[in-house]
Nanobody, 113 residues
């Protein structure tokens, strides 16, 4: 059974930083791409960043230069380091395997003064 568990969210002031973690189980982690997604209130879920099995990455334009996605295959974990956070980054953040339609509970990120 595939399972992804997100953690690391919280409340932060604009300009602050957070690091999200996603622990993956039930699949061959190292050969799969993993993405971070987010959903803000009243908006559709969107892809924030994705890391492929070869560690190549892609980012949404809105987070380029501020967020960094990395993976640790030994720990079956994907990270999202977020810097220079803005109020518009406020959302529930989820990780998932691209194409998978089951979602976890996510982790809330709130950026506010």
């Amino acid at each position: 059974q595939v399972r992804l568990v997100e953690s690391g969210g919280g409340f932060v002031q604009p300009g602050g930083s957070l690091r999200l973690s996603c622990v993956v189980s039930g699949i061959s982690f190292s050969i799969n791409a993993v993405g971070w997604f987010r959903q803000a209130p009243g908006k559709q879920r969107e892809l924030v960043a994705i890391i492929n099995s070869d560690r190549t990455t892609n980012y949404a334009d809105s987070v380029k230069g501020r967020f960094a996605i990395t993976r640790d295959n030994a720990k079956n974990t994907v990270y999202l380091q977020m810097h220079s956070l803005k109020p518009e980054d406020t959302a529930v953040y989820y990780c998932n395997i691209p194409g998978r339609t089951t979602w976890g509970q996510g982790t809330q990120v709130t950026v506010s003064s």
